[in-house]
């Protein structure tokens, strides 16, 4: 019976041992992640134009958000760091990768020309590239990205821009080099250059909602279905807004 209670007891022992050690794994994890609610308060936002597209769209596939613009728009580094990568891929386009020392990755894809090259220390506010349509876009934006600790090409560590850089609606405007707080104020250098857009395919057709406007009247307009443009712009419900821009291919 002794021997059986001793027994016991050293297994109740090791249980507690393995479940301290579970614990402290997790919580060593969790302390690696860096926290999006400090940066909030130095991140800018990288260049001027209209929100198009926001996190989570595309049935969960859209990871980053998308800012329409001018072809030749000046793309900023949101926070100081070392460039990664900056080459052309066939899905982004000219896209650079910033790392940044609060252990975030940066991308901006879809750009017209690359300003940065891998190795070099950007600050917050610098130039690193200009407004394009390269790679797989379907018109003039940037995509940009923020992920925790690395890119991968699953993206799991993906997290949504708007923690980092305030809220922001389909159809709103955002200005490039102003912090989400709305303090520290950058002068904004992201002023359309007026560069021609470059000779190819046609850019694909977009158009921005007016006062009394409906999808039947939008689609009326372009020869489409309602049907049609709800499945090209990823639109779930019919409701539109003043200022918000659709896709009419």
């Given amino acids: 019976m002794r021997d059986y209670i001793k027994r016991f007891f050293i297994a109740i022992i090791m249980a ?31 260049a001027d134009g209209v929100i198009s597209d926001t996190y989570g769209t595309r049935q969960g596939k859209h990871k980053g958000i998308d800012i329409a613009g001018t072809y030749g728009t000046p793309v900023l580094a949101v926070e100081d760091g070392a460039v990664i990568k900056s080459y052309y891929s066939n899905t982004y386009g000219q896209v650079v990768f910033i790392k940044h020392p609060s252990n975030f990755v940066t991308v901006y894809a879809h750009l017209s020309k690359r300003a940065v090259v891998p190795g070099q220390m950007v600050k917050r506010g610098e130039t690193i590239g200009t407004m394009g349509r390269t790679g797989q876009a379907t018109g003039t934006h940037l995509h940009f990205e923020s992920h925790q600790l690395e890119w991968r090409y699953d993206k799991k560590f993906a997290i949504n821009p708007e923690l980092l850089l305030g809220d922001a609606d389909v159809g709103e405007a955002v200005q490039g080099g102003i912090a989400a707080s709305g303090k520290d104020v950058l002068e904004v250098s992201s002023r359309p250059q007026n560069i021609p857009e470059p000779s190819g395919p046609p850019l694909v057709n977009q158009y921005i909602v007016i006062n009394g406007d409906n999808l039947s009247s939008i689609a009326q307009k372009f020869n489409l279905t309602v049907a049609r443009l709800k499945e090209i712009n990823n639109l779930n419900t019919d409701v539109i807004k003043p200022k918000q821009i659709l896709i009419v291919q």
């Fill in 16 to 46: 507690i041992c393995v479940g301290l050690l579970f614990l402290g794994g997790r919580h060593s994890e969790a302390a690696g992640l860096p926290e999006a609610k400090t940066e909030k308060e130095r991140w800018i936002w990288p």
